[in-house]
């Protein structure tokens, strides 16, 4: 477990490489990788083979990716012909070619689930039974995520090694907590990193309503210096699409989830170049990806759920640099959103508007619920 941008990718796919570059895949018409990382969108499963492809080719080891939302005749004949010792997946595609016989994970010693949270969530639930089901008992399971909350570390004890020690890692100011319950358990430590937003980024809060939101949107882009580049983040694909066409003086593009793949990666292109410094996106684009030099996140839309709202931030100070997040609170919607905002940003060392203070005794929804933190969660967001 360890904050947004701090290289969780590196982390998991140089070893990974290492590892297979003197392992042997079994034989066999299908391409049987030896490795495989488990991806919940198209854009961080792109991401990765980047990063994956940039290492491999240096030791000349073949690495793939396969998404859905593109053709699969032309994955299989790239996995045919690539034969891949490492494979990046998104769930449903992986399960489609298991399923077509297309690939075989027989030989797969090590698999990543990367963003774990969001893949352990209940709707990737059948693809990842599948996927476990077709892999060989003896393998070495790994999870990387930025938060970790109680109902998905039980939730992922199942598909640890039951009966042998789990360790769970808080990098970046936490220590270790060696667990010999399968993963099941928690601890004090895993408690107080339920939730933790990079301290490097400074987190603001604009009393909206929805009336108010496109003015005070204008108003906030008007007075950022010039060379930021910013990603406002909204609920609907419709509301994403309007903000791009209200706001394209400022040079937009806008990602989700309706977008053809080859359109979202048009978008991504652009921004990462600068050609739109402001870029629209629902949720697809907040989980892992690392887009360097994200100056400011806008929160025009509350996020669903504490997980996502620090995922959301996360896309700006990134891999040492400094953010700035401003979240729009509108309060007919936002209310039970506010304890937790106020206790994110206090641990974070972030000042809190009077305000929003005001509510912080309000009831919070399950998906707005914040968990107890204590010295380790602070020491986990110095800054380093």
């Not at 004890?157 to 270790?176: I, M, R, V």
Request: charged residues 25%.
């Amino acid at each position: 477990v360890a904050k947004t941008g701090s290289g969780k990718t590196l982390a998991f796919v140089l070893p990974m490489l290492h590892r297979v570059a003197s392992a042997a895949s079994a034989p066999g018409d299908a391409p049987a990788p030896l490795a495989l990382v488990l991806s919940p969108t198209r854009e961080l499963a792109s991401q990765i083979h980047v990063e994956a492809a940039r290492y491999g080719d240096l030791q000349g080891l073949n690495t793939y990716v396969v998404y859905g939302g593109a053709p699969s005749r032309e994955q299989k004949a790239e996995l045919r012909a690539r034969r891949p010792v490492l494979l990046v997946a998104t769930p449903g595609r992986l399960v489609d070619l298991l399923e077509q016989e297309t690939l075989t994970l027989r030989s797969c010693g090590i698999v990543v689930l990367d963003e774990a949270d969001r893949l352990l969530d209940m709707g990737f639930e059948p693809q990842l039974k599948k996927t476990f089901s077709a892999l060989p008992a003896s393998r070495q399971t790994l999870l990387f995520t930025a938060t970790w909350p109680k109902a998905v570390r039980k939730l992922a004890a199942s598909y640890l090694k039951e009966g042998e020690a789990t360790q769970q890692l808080f990098l970046n100011g936490g220590g270790a907590d060696t667990m010999a319950d399968g993963g099941g358990g928690g601890g004090d430590e895993a408690d107080a990193h339920e939730l933790s937003a990079n301290s490097a980024i400074s987190q603001e809060f604009v009393h909206a309503t929805d009336d108010e939101k496109d003015a005070k949107l204008y108003k906030v882009l008007c007075e950022l210096e010039e060379g930021s580049r910013v990603i406002v983040f909204a609920n609907t694909k419709r509301r994403v699409d309007n903000l791009a066409k209200t706001f394209w003086e400022f040079g937009t593009c806008s990602v989700h989830g309706d977008k053809q793949q080859k359109d979202r990666e048009a978008a991504l292109a652009d921004f990462v170049a600068n050609k739109c410094p402001l870029m629209m996106a629902t949720d697809v684009a907040a989980r892992g990806l690392d887009i360097k030099l994200v100056t400011h996140v806008i929160n025009f839309d509350m996020a669903r759920d504490v997980e996502s709202y620090v995922h959301r931030i996360g896309r700006t100070g990134r891999a040492g640099q400094r953010g700035t997040s401003i979240t729009f609170w509108n309060p007919d919607y936002d209310k039970e959103c506010a304890p937790a905002l106020v206790r994110i940003a206090s641990k974070a060392g972030q000042p809190v508007p009077e305000w929003l203070k005001k509510f912080e005794s309000t009831k919070a929804n399950k998906l707005w619920a914040v968990a107890k933190a204590d010295k380790e969660a602070e020491a986990l967001l110095e800054p380093k």
